[in-house]
């Protein structure tokens, strides 16, 4: 299979977010949201990232890696693909449904602080505020009582290999329990 013509491949520059920037391809989008599968460092596709339009300075087809990362892909035999089933009408909207398809979610709130993420589901939420049952680096889960709003996630990534397989020894867990 060779990497798929249907999705425009690109850089992504967030100057005020980002010191590098993200590979990956342009898969979705509305006006307030931007959906990129990403390329991962090991020149694979691991999972998905949306970010806020506002946040982006520039998405680039033409750069630098473009030829490497083509390369890469379509000897791996691999093409990047859209989320299934998600809803990109408002940031709550686009978390539920990406965690109705993928179980898990990893939350970045990077204008209040760009050094933590939220892993994990939400298990309350209104209209402009969200709690989330956390999800530790050892596969544990842990319920969080901070509220969030929505209007602070810049960055909302789901599908990918690290998450997927925490949620999978979770769910494990829970099943011999």
Known sequence: ?????????????????????WFGFAVGGSDALFVMHKVSDRYDLDGYAVFRREDISSIEESFERRDLIHRALRIKKLSPSAPSSIDLSSMRSLMESAQAGYGVLVVSREWLDSDEVEVGRVRITSDDNYVLRWLSTN???????????????????????????????????????
Do not use: C, H, I, K
């Open 139 to 177: 596969a544990e889960w842990n319920n969080d009582d901070r509220t969030f709003r929505y209007r602070d996630v810049t960055l909302v990534e789901f599908g990918a290999e690290y998450e997927q397989t925490l949620l999978q020894v979770a769910l494990d867990r829970e099943s011999e329990g």
């Open 1 to 21: 299979m060779l990497v798929s013509s249907l999705f425009p491949m690109v850089e992504v520059f967030r100057d005020e977010l980002d010191e590098s920037p």
